[in-house]
Structures are given as C-alpha cells and as structure tokens.
C-alpha cells in the first residue's frame, strides 16, 4: 500500500511530519510520501522521505508569475505531484496540461476526483494513479473505506474500465490502520490522508499506527 500525507496548508512542522514519515517508511518497508506547500518541498525531500507537490501548474517556463512549475518542483526534490485536489479543482484542459508539464519534469502523478464518474473519466487523461475522495467526508474523521465503501469499489471498476494500469487510491477521513486495511480490501492500492496526520499530537504515533497491520 502506498501512504501519501497530503499537509495542505494545515500549522504543522513539515520537517518533523516528514522525519517522522521517512523512518516509518524505513522501520515498516511501506512506501510513505508527504506532500508539502510547495515552498517547504525542498527542505522536505531533504530529509529523505519521498516528496510530492500538492499541484503543478500546466505553464512552462516562461512569463507565468504565480505558477508552480512542474519543472521547479522536482528541481526541489518532488517525485511526484496530486493533480486536481477537491480543493484545487481544475479545469479538464488545466488537468491535461498539468499532466503534460509533470510528465515533461518526470513527475509521477495522481488526478484525484469526487466519485467514479469522475474517476473514469481522470482514467483517461493517462496519470499513473487517480484518487476517489468523497469531499463531504473530507476532514471528517470518518474513514471513505467504512462510511462509503461502494465509491471506493465503484472507483476501482470505474478506473479498470479505462485504463486496467493506473493505480487506485482513496482518501477522507482515513487515520487508522484499519481503515488502511479497509481501504486495501476494497481494491486501492493506496490512501490519501491529511488531518490523521498533519493535526495529529503525535505525528510520528499517528503513522506508526496506520502502517502496523502491514508489518
Ligand atoms: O483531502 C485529503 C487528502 O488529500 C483527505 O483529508 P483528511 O485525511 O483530512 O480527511
């Protein structure tokens, strides 16, 4: 199972959040990945966890104040960038391009999307992995896996009748091993998390417990 910690814009120390993810990884021999504001994404890959940008702009380098260029973000260490975060919703023609700029920067990505309509049609675009978060239950607590089980299943046909190669994660209110599990039984290859993590006393504790079934 893939663990990405999304840390939005949420007051925590992105440094002791991604020491904290890289030795997990290390202890567990799960592949963990944090993904930062895209200023922190520099200091956050250097502690060796593997690094992801929140976003990438469709722009190439040129005359686009503002943007955050796919380029910029793995000169900075990202390996990888979220597209299309319920958040940071794009355009169709924005997430195409967006997919072209990670692409040209060797950036693995994943388009997240509402529901497995949505899902299918991010499928399409050819990212190497779409994410189904429910937004209602985003930041809840209340793990997609449990309160919404046949979106994350819906997601994973919905994707197979695509494209049968790219990955399926899911997302909101995942904070426990369990729903790690959950998430894993219903099909997706890994989870998006933010809140379990990020505004959690104890980061460290946080992940430790969400890959323990995996040992
Ligand atoms: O939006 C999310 C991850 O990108 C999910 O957020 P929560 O884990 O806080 O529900």
Redesign the pocket.
């Known amino acids: 199972m893939f663990v990405l910690v ?1 840390l939005k814009a949420y007051p925590c120390d992105p440094i002791e959040v991604a020491t904290a993810a890289a030795d997990v990884a290390d202890d567990s021999g799960v592949r963990v990945a944090v993904a930062p504001q895209a200023a922190h994404i520099d200091a956050v890959s250097e502690t060796g966890v593997e690094t992801w940008a929140q976003h990438v702009s469709p722009n190439p380098h040129g005359s686009y104040t503002g943007s955050t260029l796919a380029e910029a973000a793995a000169d900075a260490g990202a390996e990888g960038t979220l597209l299309n ?1 319920s958040e940071n919703r794009l355009k169709l023609a924005d997430i195409d391009g967006s997919l072209e700029a990670a692409e040209r920067a060797d950036l693995e990505t994943i388009v997240c999307a509402n529901n497995p309509a949505q899902i299918g049609a991010a499928a399409a675009l050819g990212p190497d992995a779409v994410a189904v ?1 429910p937004p209602e ?4 607590g209340t793990p997609v896996s449990k309160a919404d089980p046949d979106i994350v299943t819906g997601a994973v046909d919905a994707a197979a009748r695509v494209d049968g190669d790219v990955d399926v994660l899911c ?4 904070s426990t091993g369990e729903d790690l599990v959950s998430a894993s039984d219903l099909g997706a290859t890994g989870v ?5 993590v990020a505004k959690a006393d104890d980061p460290r504790a946080a992940l430790e417990d969400l890959v323990e079934p995996l040992n």
């Open positions: 999304n975060h978060e239950l985003i930041g809840t997302g909101a209110g995942i998006l998390l933010a809140s379990g």
